[in-house]
């Protein structure tokens, strides 16, 4: 009597469906990735002085040399010594414009309050920057 | 008469067998790259940021992120602070160690846009203190 073996099978990992777990991953990681870019406005501080005798120097600008824009802490802008009013976007492209025309080198002071909006700042920077000013100076009263 | 033979029409086939190695590759890209954002207590969201036009892109090897909140709160390395005195100088000592680390370092605000400028001033002047001067304010993009 014959007696019949059992023909052994080819041991085989299945790979047919790998793409699709791989692109469920993906799609995971697709929805989920959030690339991260850091975006603003970009500043250099000037240096701390040490208050001593004879090495602070002090120095006098006048309107010429210097524009003060004082934002006032309701958020009115002053322009040097002429009264606080709100001062829209447009209005003070014009007025950078007009103060660079007068001197290519002019200053810009923002003088903020320590109780006006930080978004106030921002915008009279922002505007500053647009008019690619690079004297910008940014003090608190 | 001679025998004209029919061309055997042989079965489209798509070559899938590399498809997995092209799925993987784009899978070690996404999971390379991926940070999970982990949500912080004091958090200021984008939406909060202020708008401005003429914004640049920071590199993000060099920089990093101080938050402040419209309560005045500043969180630097997830440790919140605050600054009411002269005496509150943890800005200030934070900084120091992180310009040791890094002398290219990059200060981002992400601030709340209705938080009072004072504060601001005050972590600008420990700032200042740190001799870490180059300083970014974080703003959404004008869409319009």
Redesign the interface.
Known sequence: MKIGRKRKGKAEIP?SS??DI??L??IF??A?????????????????TEKQEGEVQSLTLTEKEMTRLQ?TGDGQIMVNKEAPRVIESGELDTLIQKKVKENQDMIFKVI????????????V??RL??AKIEKIS?S?N | MAIIKTKKNREAVIPTSSMSDIAFLLLLFFMVSTVFVQEKKFWVERERWPIAESIERIPRNHTTTIYVMRDETILIDDVPTRIESAEDVFVSTTLVRKKTDDPDLVVCFRTDRETKYGVMSDVMRQLQDANTLVVAFETQQRKD
């Open positions: 790979t790998m793409s791989a692109f991953l993906i990681f697709m989920t990735t959030k690339f991260d870019v850091k975006e603003g406005i970009k500043l250099v501080l000037p240096q701390a934002i903020t309050d320590r109780e006006a909006k930080y978004s106030e700042m921002v915008r920077v922002d920057k647009a940014l608190t």
